[in-house]
């Protein structure tokens, strides 16, 4: 973390030394500073070494080097895998040596025979030219490193070899690829080796280029980038907040750190696209240490990938680029450090990402996201050979964490066919979408509404893919202490029985109640079944089933390999105890529902029942054509209709002539609220027709208009009920 710090005060020294300003160009390139182009070189070079700084120990491998050849012994330069790319071992050993060789503190520093070794070794990989099947390592990692490397060796007491040097960067340029042809975080990554270069041969002409292209990923986009709805997309239409996510933002900020102080400063108003990203989206899918498992795209079947402790660099960059949200970013930091606990300054916070099919609902207490996908967008991905088992992850797959950990690494002893929040068939075998990469969803009605801190989701699909045949209507009414889970519409013709899962995470608390009857017992290890139990309790975490239902409870070790989802992990079989519950449908389920109501912050039976008696919601109607909720505490109606209708109630009448999602607030106030959102993005007219009997007989109509809307065609709107509009 020493390099870190090094490289934010020297970016502070920078900035003390410039004689004027930054100012913003639409190139982000012309800018005025104190240094000459060539002390700029040098300066992006040295910040370069500060950032990968390290001191590595390297005994091990020098056993493993081959002084005739070049080689590594145990290396097998042949191989083309698409992911593991083993001949880059390569190119790491020999970048490990080039720092052991120009760090004071390391055994090997200014040692003659290890700088023999990295000449050779860049000999021998420029005459072999190993290739990989998976572009990637052709044109981002291994010239990544390759350039790193080589602006390390600018400080050695011996210098590669000018003719070497030269040769290396010619093929890097030539066989490296060109940033412009690219977009997201991919653009980034290879401009990041562009940059190399071009200060290894002081091209001022392709150091522009290459910055360009590192910062113009920062925009709204349409396509894969920054999404206005501030998500984030990568391989087309797919969400991609985490992966991507994390590689968009290790690129930007890193060569914003670079050029901090100089005439290539990143723009403010890319700063400002950048902070709002983090600090709006990306952290806060963050708790504690961990992120969601659903918004990580393949990376879901890599073992330690919710881990996202490291990424608390990136906040501190921004301390330095952002000031001004730096005490956001501290928060930030010390969570991911675990030095303040998961809850630590999270402030409640609703978000629909109408063009990314998400929603995320963050509590000081908990968070809960859903992740749903329509025939706007991709279903997760399972490109060389990872995340083999996604199928049911994009179809209404829901988070409910506390401390952030509840799903670590429990990906390979997975029931695949039990996602948290999916209502699947139970097949013996997970179907594969028709395409790895990019397949989108068959629902034209997924989206939601929100005012920023409560909302409502709704999806409808139905799925007659692989023999899957199943289709139901579902939504989430987000409130304070709770989140309403609603099923309508559950149909099928699969030949396997149809679960709705509710969750299957880690067993971190071994106390398991359920109360059935209002008799309250404790679950030991095995499978359960339970008709129209009251209420369950695990972990913190409390499940009430207001209408009853078949309820199955798994409390076991479940097995599995990382291989299992995932063939270039491990095979060694994992062990891990797992809680599952959820409905069990039977088979052929025709019209079926389900409701339960997730209560966090709940650690004893007495809270339950507490709050069972006292229990504020409303379940009001729960069928295919409309789902309402009302919390009587809040004096929150949310409502989802899927096709036009009529909700009568003594307290209030809603019509409505189109498909639609709705909320209304503070019904009996002259600041009465309408927020409503359009999931079928069909850019018309809705018309609601508003009676609150208590208030007035008369009907208010308001003519909510998403027509023109474009890419917001599934943004909320807002409109008071007793202003005319």
């Known amino acids: 973390m020493k390099f870190v710090c090094r490289i934010i005060l020297f970016s502070l020294l920078i900035l003390g030394t410039s004689t004027t300003v930054a100012t913003e160009s639409s190139q982000n390139v012309i800018k005025t500073s104190s240094l000459s182009v060539q002390d700029e070189f040098e300066t992006l070079m040295e910040k370069i070494r500060e950032d990968f700084a390290q001191n590595p120990l390297i005994d091990e491998v020098l056993n493993k080097y081959d002084t005739n050849?070049?080689?590594?012994?145990?290396?097998?330069?042949?191989?083309?895998?698409?992911?593991?790319?083993?001949?880059?071992?390569?190119?790491?050993?020999?970048?490990?040596?080039?720092?052991?060789?120009?760090?004071?503190?390391?055994?090997?520093?200014?040692?003659?025979?290890?700088?023999?070794?990295?000449?050779?070794?860049?000999?021998?990989?420029?005459?072999?030219?190993?290739?990989?099947?998976?572009?990637?390592?052709?044109?981002?990692?291994?010239?990544?490193?390759?350039?790193?490397?080589?602006?390390?060796?600018?400080?050695?007491?011996?210098?590669?070899?000018?003719?070497?040097?030269?040769?290396?960067?010619?093929r890097i340029r030539k066989e490296g690829g060109d940033p412009a042809k690219w977009t997201g975080a991919n653009r980034t990554d290879i401009a990041l080796h562009w940059i190399y270069r071009s200060c290894l041969e002081k091209n001022e002409t392709d150091l522009k280029t290459a910055l360009d292209n590192a910062y113009s990923p920062i925009e709204y986009t349409v396509k894969e980038g920054f999404q206005h709805d501030n998500s984030y997309f990568q391989h087309g239409v797919q969400l991609y907040i985490g992966g991507y996510g994390d590689e968009i933002l290790k690129g930007t900020t890193q060569v914003a750190m670079y050029t901090q102080g100089t005439r290539y400063a990143l723009s403010t108003e890319k700063i400002r696209i950048l902070s709002k990203f983090m600090r709006g989206t990306y952290y806060q899918t963050i708790r504690g240490q961990h992120m969601l498992f659903d918004v990580l795209g393949r990376g879901i079947s890599r073992k330690d990938i919710t881990d996202k402790s490291a990424t608390a660099l990136f906040a501190k960059r921004m301390i330095v680029l952002d000031p001004e949200h730096a005490d956001e970013y501290k928060a930030i930091i010390a969570r991911l450090k675990g030095e303040q606990p998961a809850e630590s300054k999270?402030?409640?916070?609703?978000?629909?990402?109408?063009?990314?099919?998400?929603?995320?609902?963050?509590?000081?207490?908990?968070?809960?996201?859903?992740?749903?996908?329509?025939?706007?967008?991709?279903?997760?991905?399972?490109?060389?050979?990872?995340?083999?088992?996604?199928?049911?992850?994009?179809?209404?797959?829901?988070?409910?964490?506390?401390?952030g950990n509840e799903y670590a690494n429990i990906l390979p002893v997975w029931n695949w066919c039990r996602i948290p929040g999916t209502t699947a068939p139970q097949l013996d075998t997970i179907p594969m979408a028709a395409s790895d990469w990019q397949t989108r969803g068959t629902s034209t009605f997924a989206g939601g509404v929100s005012d920023s801190i409560y909302g409502v989701s709704a999806y409808a699909y139905m799925d007659n893919y692989a023999g899957v045949n199943t289709g139901a209507k579902k939504a989430w009414f987000f409130f304070d202490n709770e989140v309403v889970c609603l099923g309508a519409g559950i149909n099928s013709t699969s030949h396997a029985p149809i679960y709705t899962t509710i969750n299957q995470c880690l067993l971190n608390d071994k106390n398991i109640l359920v109360s059935q009857d209002k008799k309250q017992t404790a679950i030991k290890k095995g499978e359960f079944s339970y008709d129209s139990p009251d209420w369950t309790l695990h972990n913190g975490i409390g499940y009430i089933f207001p209408q009853g239902g078949r309820i199955y409870l798994n409390n076991e070790q479940q097995t599995g390999s990382w291989?299992?989802?995932?063939?270039?992990?491990?095979?060694?079989?994992?062990?891990?105890?797992?809680?599952?519950?959820?409905?069990?449908?039977?088979?052929?389920?025709?019209?079926?529902?389900?409701?339960?109501?997730?209560?966090?912050?709940?650690?004893?039976?007495?809270?339950?029942?507490?709050?069972?008696?006292?229990?504020?919601?409303?379940?009001?109607?729960?069928?295919?054509?409309?789902?309402?909720?009302?919390?009587?505490?809040?004096?929150?109606?949310?409502?989802?209709?899927?096709?036009?209708?009529?909700?009568?109630?003594?307290?209030?009448?809603?019509?409505?002539?189109?498909?639609?999602?709705?909320?209304?607030?503070?019904?009996?106030?002259?600041?009465?609220?309408?927020?409503?959102?359009?999931?079928?993005?069909?850019?018309?007219?809705?018309?609601?027709?508003?009676?609150?009997?208590?208030?007035?007989?008369?009907?208010?109509?308001?003519?909510?208009?998403?027509?023109?809307?474009?890419?917001?065609?599934?943004?909320?709107?807002?409109?008071?009920?007793?202003?005319?509009?």
């Not at 097998?76 to 120009?102: G, K, M, Q, V």
């Not at 990402?353 to 992740?371: K, Q, S, W």
């Not at 209030?652 to 999931?679: F, G, R």
Request: positive net charge; hydrophobic residues 30%; contains cysteine.
């Open 346 to 403: 999270l402030q409640p916070l609703h978000t629909h990402y109408f063009r990314g099919d998400y929603t995320l609902h963050v509590r000081p207490g908990y968070t809960f996201d859903v992740r749903m996908v329509s025939t706007r967008t991709m279903r997760c991905e399972y490109g060389n050979g990872e995340n083999l088992k996604t199928y049911f992850l994009s179809d209404g797959c829901t988070n409910i964490v506390t401390q």
């Open 563 to 725: 291989y299992d989802i995932n063939h270039t992990e491990s095979k060694e079989i994992q062990h891990r105890e797992v809680f599952t519950l959820g409905f069990d449908h039977g088979t052929t389920p025709h019209n079926a529902t389900y409701a339960y109501i997730i209560i966090p912050g709940i650690t004893s039976a007495r809270q339950m029942e507490t709050y069972n008696k006292k229990n504020p919601v409303e379940i009001l109607v729960n069928t295919d054509s409309m789902q309402i909720v009302r919390h009587k505490k809040l004096n929150i109606w949310q409502m989802v209709f899927y096709r036009k209708g009529t909700f009568t109630h003594k307290e209030i009448t809603v019509k409505v002539d189109k498909a639609c999602t709705l909320m209304l607030k503070n019904i009996y106030q002259n600041n009465a609220e309408l927020h409503i959102a359009d999931p079928a993005q069909s850019q018309s007219c809705v018309k609601v027709d508003v009676c609150i009997p208590k208030v007035s007989k008369d009907t208010r109509s308001i003519l909510c208009d998403f027509e023109n809307t474009g890419i917001y065609a599934g943004a909320s709107k807002k409109y008071l009920l007793y202003k005319k509009q």
């Open 69 to 170: 050849k070049g080689c590594f012994t145990d290396v097998d330069y042949s191989r083309r895998d698409r992911t593991n790319w083993e001949p880059l071992t390569h190119i790491d050993r020999l970048y490990d040596f080039a720092f052991a060789y120009t760090n004071p503190q390391n055994t090997y520093y200014q040692n003659e025979d290890i700088y023999n070794k990295i000449v050779k070794g860049l000999e021998y990989w420029y005459e072999r030219n190993p290739h990989c099947n998976n572009w990637w390592y052709n044109q981002i990692a291994e010239p990544q490193k390759i350039g790193i490397l080589l602006v390390q060796m600018r400080i050695g007491k011996k210098q590669i070899p000018s003719a070497l040097e030269t040769k290396t960067l010619q």
